[in-house]
């Protein structure tokens, strides 16, 4: 076993999370958030004594390494095909064991997702790595959870973390007993003079804004429909983000004479948050959260959101305190908030001023990922 070599399996892109961490650091980037991948260069950046790898799952495969002793490879893990999905997954699988049997390394810490913790779990029986689970998405229902998978996760994953304590709590309710820690995203403050005004700014309606990925599980057919029945009340939703829904919401618009409904498409991460500053509410009508990145920002903006109650989101967003919490299926209640904030111009800025102890917690907080991986490797 290689002393030196760790290992960390991660479910995103690392292109882009390095391109965006090159811009950083060229100064062209001025972005809240840090990507687990920036969080790994800059902890071993003066540990070179260890030998690390990030085996990524993104949309092209590829190789490369960003300093000396961190290699970075990235596996092809995107289809809309079911069936080529699931020949892919088995794939990367087969390449992962291989390369972890060759590499045998100390430590295998896994980012994100638990898609391939049953790989893990078999490695774990022909091999002596400690492995260490980090959780980001909502875990509840997941194809591959079950009384028996957790009783392996029990006896051969050596600590459980997770980002929301609704992860926790379903893993408890399986039968596992061990410790679990939680951990948080790590920010840091946007500087005001970087924040600059967007088109929001002029448009004199209320401003109501939906950011993340247009697929089934965000429920863009609540945003459609808040969007129908909000048409002449002076109610502006504005969309950030593409997906398979994008060309259908296209159409839902254009065919319902929607001119309260903006699509913006895609926007890199950096201007997402002059966007956020600009409204007035955040919606997130999703079946399925982890933590809900996109809640978190808008706490660090101030600006208040109507969620549902799903994953780690109630964690965030407080009911009645920065925001409204309404349950996955409730159309009327989306429509309800959005309207009772416009109208009641009081209530909305109890609210926003009721994001700043979030802001606070969020920003700092000091039990991210890289404290525990300090904790792990020391």
């Known amino acids: 076993m290689n002393g030196n070599r760790v290992v960390f399996i991660k479910h995103s892109d690392c292109i882009n999370e390095y391109r965006y961490i090159y811009q950083k650091k060229c100064g062209q980037v001025s972005d809240g958030a840090d990507p687990y991948l920036k969080q790994i260069i800059d902890f071993f950046e003066k540990r070179r004594e260890y030998s690390i790898s990030v085996i990524s799952l993104g949309n092209r495969s590829c190789k490369f390494t960003p300093q000396k002793n961190i290699e970075l490879r990235v596996l ?15 794939k990367n699988s087969l390449s992962m064991f291989v390369y972890l049997a060759r590499r045998r390394p100390a430590k295998i810490i896994s980012l994100g997702h638990i898609n391939y913790v049953p790989l893990l779990l078999m490695y774990s029986y022909l091999s002596r790595s400690e492995i260490y689970l980090f959780l980001a998405g909502w875990i509840k229902g997941h194809v591959f959870l079950n009384r028996l998978t957790v009783k392996m996760i029990e006896a051969k994953i050596v600590k459980v973390f997770s980002r929301n304590e609704a992860n926790i709590d379903i893993l408890r309710s399986l039968g596992y007993s061990r410790e679990c820690s939680l951990y948080r995203p790590r920010y840091e403050e946007i500087p005001k003079s970087q924040i600059k005004p967007t088109a929001l700014r002029k448009d004199k309606n209320f401003k109501v804004l939906f950011v993340g990925r247009l697929a089934p599980v965000k429920r863009i ?6 969007a129908l029945r909000t048409k002449d009340k002076g109610i502006s939703i504005y969309i950030i983000g593409n997906g398979p829904h994008y060309e259908s919401l296209k159409c839902f618009k254009y065919r319902n004479g929607l001119s309260n409904l ?3 498409g895609f926007i890199p991460n950096r201007e997402v948050y002059s966007f956020i500053r600009d409204s007035d509410i955040g919606i997130m009508p999703s079946d399925s959260e982890g933590l809900g990145k996109t809640a978190l920002e808008f706490m660090i903006m101030e600006t208040p959101v109507i969620a549902s109650t799903v994953g780690g989101t109630p964690e965030i967003v407080k009911d ?3 925001g409204f919490l309404i349950e996955p299926d409730d159309v009327d209640g989306y429509c309800l908030k959005v309207e009772q904030l416009q109208n009641d111009r009081d209530l909305l800025a109890d609210l926003s001023r009721g994001t700043l102890q979030a802001k606070a917690e969020i920003l700092n907080s000091d039990k991210n990922f890289s404290y525990y991986l300090g904790e792990i490797l020391n």
């Open 76 to 90: 092809n893990d995107n289809s809309r095909n079911k069936v080529l999905a699931l020949l892919r997954f088995m």
């Open 221 to 226: 057919d609540i945003l459609q429909e808040v």
């Open 262 to 264: 903006n699509l913006l």
């Open 320 to 322: 009645g305190v920065n």
